[in-house]
């Protein structure tokens, strides 16, 4: 388990990217995902992160998620140099500190909802009866608490995305990193799963990032960073928070 | 940790239970022949031992001819009742010795005949062949020394002429001879190579030679030792005196054999041990073909399930612990695929046993040999996909279609 420096202090952000860039390829197949990206997140916060396809927002969400590692620059999760872990390391860090939520849900098929759940404390080492008992809190608290015994082919796909939601929150993370969550749903679903987002956010001050290339789901948000060419280029308070505050 | 990983392998393992038998379907023919080849092996072992164990406690056989030549063969100089009494006499590792002619006879009681070897030898004999009296009694020295017209019956020979009725005091005719039955001797059945050795009746030497053979030869000399372990001393101090008393020189052949069957036993044992060995390796190369199929499989797996693997390694989820998981996945399938293998093998070689009319002989080390080999085989042949799954990048295995 990492020991994260000066964790819960208020000094030291969640994530801090520090000129972060991220480069693929070699040679003339270059390509820059990110090219010196500065973002700071502090507990608490509901970011949207959006631009154009390529321009880096994935990337960024990738490494805030300590799912890959910058080539340049500096990422600091809770102060502690992200670029200095290895592999496991790395693995310990996102078991510990993080969940996950993907646009195609990432649901393990033919297990039923409760085991996907519990899935994440398996890693945990949770032993057999609390796994079984925080997964249907978690069921419970995403409204499928009657569904746990399905299996994702019996449950919508919106269903399917609280469920993949009760996965990511089980473990009760610091951070919630949601990859387009509402990608593949019809809007009435989407508005579900954005409620249920705020509500995490509210309630569990759980910070979450969110990538979407959707303006109307980053409304739901505190804030929305924009992203060009691999760079910040525009962050803002969302409407809703300016609204709220005007 | 192990646990929840040993449960998700089984679940996942359900999950497909077709694949999976199928998978396992190598290594369930492996080890079941290998546990079937060995089983029957080990039987015929083991009959050909008792068979031969049974045709006389420490027996040596000495016979005219070279060994060379098979003993039974040529026209050696015969062995005469002073090479006997010399034997008895001289060799002190000995313990009975008991001189043996026979011939094939007509033996007729009633309206029944029959074929059947008579043996002219003396009460020595049935000890030292592990023969016992079923019914009446041996000969007396009295019949011994004079001659008289007496015989024992063998089992068979009994049930052929005489059926349920009581043989002892009837007078058979033995090829043209009156011969007054005073015994049956107790049955030892068919030898390994099928011969019945039951299939004849005994004489005293003097009344065989005197009135069926019209010669005093000696065909056979059967020997006990005083001991097992005595038998090999017994045939080189037999051999010394018979070279002596045939007149052999130096460097020249023995022209007569003298039979170990303990060592008969000892080769005969090796070889059908040398023969399950190789039927077993054989039956092993389908193990390895059964490995490789497990590993097809496996990698199918891997390739199959990359998004689930991204997933797990996403959440948290080292190298290791998903290495371990295909790993026991692999073991699983592997040891399930030992486990049928192991009921399959002897289920075959019960039946084959019965067939054959072996001894039907469970060996446990070849069952934990069986088991902890397909374990090994699912670790050498699962780790290479299991490596390949621990190893994929988190990214890219999430992005996999």
């Known amino acids: 388990m990492i020991e994260a420096a000066g964790g819960g202090a208020a000094t030291v952000p969640l994530v801090e990217l520090r000129d972060v860039t991220k480069v693929y390829g070699q040679g003339d197949s270059e390509v820059h995902a990110l090219a010196g990206a500065n973002l700071r997140i502090d507990d608490g916060e509901f970011v949207a992160v959006m631009g154009a396809s390529g321009s880096g927002k994935s990337t960024c969400l990738n490494v805030v998620g300590c799912l890959d590692q910058p080539t340049g620059g500096q990422y600091l999760f809770r102060g502690v140099d992200v670029g200095s872990l290895d592999r496991d390391q790395l693995a310990l860090l996102r078991r ?50 009657s569904r746990a015994k399905h299996t994702p082919a019996e449950l919508s796909g919106g269903q399917q995305q609280r469920v993949a939601i009760a996965r990511a929150i089980v473990t009760a993370p610091q951070m919630l990193l949601a990859d387009e969550p509402t990608g593949n749903l019809d809007s009435a679903r989407k508005v579900d799963i954005m409620n249920l987002l705020v509500q995490l956010n509210r309630e569990r001050k759980i910070t979450i990032v969110m990538v979407t290339h959707e303006s109307d789901m980053a409304q739901y948000t505190t804030r929305t960073v924009l992203f060009r060419d691999g760079r910040v280029e525009h962050d803002s308070k969302s409407a809703q928070e300016e609204r709220a505050a005007s | 940790m192990i646990w929840a990983t040993i449960v998700m392998a089984i679940r996942e393992i359900r999950r497909n239970t077709m694949r999976s038998v199928l998978t396992t379907l190598g290594i369930v023919i492996g080890v079941g022949s290998v546990i079937a080849m060995v089983t029957l092996g080990r039987g015929a072992t083991a009959k050909i031992t008792a068979e031969i164990t049974s045709m006389g406690v420490n027996l040596l056989i000495v016979s005219p001819g070279s060994e060379r030549r098979g003993p039974t063969s040529g026209s050696a100089k015969p062995l005469t009742l002073d090479d006997v009494k010399a034997i008895a006499r001289e060799v002190s590792a000995v313990n009975r010795v008991a001189p043996a002619a026979g011939r094939a006879v007509l033996l007729v009681y009633g309206n029944k005949n029959h074929n059947a070897v008579i043996t002219g030898t003396t009460n020595d004999y049935l000890e030292v062949r592990g023969f016992g009296i079923a019914l009446g009694q041996s000969f007396s020295d009295a019949q011994m020394q004079a001659g008289n017209a007496v015989c024992i019956l063998g089992a068979t020979v009994r049930k052929e002429l005489f059926g349920p009725q009581d043989p002892i005091g009837a007078t058979v005719r033995v090829g043209k001879v009156p011969c007054t039955v005073v015994g049956v001797l107790t049955s030892k059945g068919q030898s390994t190579f099928g011969t019945d050795l039951d299939d004849f009746i005994v004489m005293p030497l003097s009344a065989f030679h005197r009135r069926i053979a019209g010669n005093v030869d000696v065909a056979t000399i059967f020997v006990s030792a005083v001991s097992d372990t005595a038998t090999t001393k017994a045939k080189q101090q037999i051999e010394l005196l018979m070279r002596e008393r045939r007149h052999i020189a130096q460097g020249q052949q023995n022209d007569f054999a003298v039979q170990d069957m303990k060592e008969i036993s000892n080769t005969l044992g090796s070889v059908t041990g040398a023969l399950t060995a190789l039927l077993g390796a054989i039956a092993g190369v389908s193990l390895l073909v059964g490995g490789i199929g497990i590993m097809n499989i496996m990698l199918v797996s891997v390739t199959e399930r990359t998004r689930e693997i991204g997933l797990r390694l996403a959440i948290g989820a080292r190298g290791q612990e998903v290495l371990l998981q295909f790993l026991i996945e692999a073991v699983t399938l592997s040891l399930l695929g030992g486990a049928i293998g192991v009921v399959f093998g002897l289920g075959l070689s019960f039946a084959a046993a019965r067939g054959l009319a072996l001894p039907f002989l469970v060996a446990p080390d070849v069952i934990v040999v069986a088991f902890v080999f397909s374990a090994t085989v699912g670790v050498a042949f699962g780790f290479l996909p299991a490596r390949k799954a621990s190893r994929l990048d988190p990214i890219e295995a999430l992005r996999h279609e």
Not at chain 1, 100 to 113: D, E, G, I, K, P
Not at chain 1, 119 to 141: F, G, M, N, S, T
Request: glycine share 4%; proline share 4%.
């Open chain 1, 96 to 145: 510990h500190y993080l969940g996950f939520v993907f646009q195609s849900f990432n649901l393990l098929a033919r297990t039923s909802a409760v085991e996907n759940v519990e899935l994440p404390l398996i890693y945990r080492r949770v032993p057999a009866a609390e796994r079984r008992r925080l997964a249907l809190a978690a069921l419970d608290d995403v409204g499928l608490a």
